[in-house]
């Protein structure tokens, strides 16, 4: 969960909001949840108090903002730390602990979100700003491809991560409709599309082709999950093909 913060942190810097407006910090009920998970309830006052409440019990301490570093100074009555801005909105906070590379603090706005579910509203509101395309995979997980530009499809080049990490390199294969993601460094290096057919004698091929849209010379095919026998596959509504080795040999005007 730290890389996912800290790729978070990174990805929505130029989104970030400033604690330097205290309308988005002060008298609002922003909850924590803390190591032992459970939630602590924090009250920042204008007058710099601050409350801290736990199981109803409720303890006093002292903040202030420092603009020229853009921190946090709180006292908590048994220690005083400093954090550092992260990621700022109305309705989460990302604060990392001063001097560390990932001790972080996150709160969220009971009143903008009443789940306290902060990870899932930073997940939602990454996918928002930076327009990925998102792929759910055969084994459950969410594959997060970042495209050029929001009116881009998922191509070769394009980065991805899975919860804002990066992944090993393999092969990803989305569902509905079934693609291949060949990825290196995180970074798709091919795509491949599980395209079905069906032949004029009442069955079906899969190609996997490099073009969503129609098949070439040297693409695998396949029949019922094996790899298809030589020979001529006449398919309704393209041209006919020819399978020598498991592979396009040929395609056919007639």
Known sequence: MKIFLQNTVKGLRNFSKSLDRNSILVDKPWALIDSDFEIQKLIFKKNKELIMSKDGQVNMGKWDYLPEAKSLLIDRGKDTILCNEGFIDEAVMILKMDGTNNNFFVLANENIVPDLDAYAYLRNLRRQKLKIVTKNLTDGKNLEILPEDEYSD?????????????????????????????????????????????????????????????????????????????????????????????????????
């Not at 394009?158 to 970074?187: F, H, L, Q």
């Not at 969503?212 to 094996?226: A, F, L, P, R």
């Open 154 to 254: 998922p191509e070769v080049g394009n980065s991805v991560t899975i919860d804002a990490e990066e992944i090993s390199d393999g092969v990803y294969i989305s569902k509905k409709p079934r693609v291949k993601y060949i990825i290196k460094n995180s970074i798709i290096m091919s795509i491949i599309h599980e395209v079905i057919y069906k032949t004029k004698n009442g069955g079906e091929i899969m190609v996997e082709q490099m073009d969503q849209y129609s098949y070439s010379k040297g693409e695998q095919v396949w029949v019922n999950g094996i790899q298809a026998e030589d020979g001529e596959y006449s398919v309704i509504g393209g041209r006919n093909i020819i399978v020598k080795d498991g592979k396009i040999f040929k395609k056919k005007l007639f």
